[in-house]
């Protein structure tokens, strides 16, 4: 295999899981706004949903720290304090009420997209990931601030 035929497959790869990973924020958004179609109560749902944004949110920042671990430079200390933050975040958001939980996670979703992208040349990350990371924050913060609208309604 070429390098060209590598980046090709880690690519479509990696849009299938991220593809995988979006159906449970456009799932329970879908059980929250009708519960008549949900196998689970309305508050069920935004627990879910809540705990799976935080799950994921946790998620980038493992990529942060794997990335300030690889590159263990004199920058790579900072970062590894920075890419406890979205856990932290995360956390927060479990303890918080419904409506700001899911806007926090949603702010800190963008937060995280722009860090990726003032950083993508300096971690050398591959040119499907920026556009990748681009269109998967378009389609979940959406769903996270629909539910948080909706938990106000």
């Avoid at 975040?89 to 409506?99: E, R």
């Avoid at 806007?103 to 300096?122: I, N, P």
Wanted: proline share 6%.
């Amino acid at each position: 295999m070429t390098g060209t035929d590598i980046e090709e497959q880690n690519a479509a790869t990696a849009n299938l899981l991220v593809f995988g990973g979006y159906l449970p924020f456009a799932v329970l958004t879908l059980f929250f706004l009708f519960p008549e179609i949900a196998p689970l109560t309305r508050s069920g749902s935004l627990i879910m949903l809540i705990g799976y944004g935080a799950v994921i949110l946790s998620f980038l920042g493992g990529i942060r720290w794997g990335l300030a671990t690889a590159r263990n430079d004199e920058a790579s200390a900072r970062e590894l304090l920075t890419s406890v933050v979205p856990s932290l975040i995360a956390w927060m958001c479990l303890t918080l009420p419904s409506a700001p939980s899911l806007v926090l996670l949603a702010v800190t979703f963008v937060w995280h997209y722009f860090w990726d992208r003032r950083h993508a040349e300096k971690h050398r990350l591959p040119g499907w990931f920026l556009p990748l990371r681009r269109r998967i924050t378009i389609a979940v913060v959406p769903t996270l601030l629909i539910a948080a609208v909706a938990v106000l309604l």
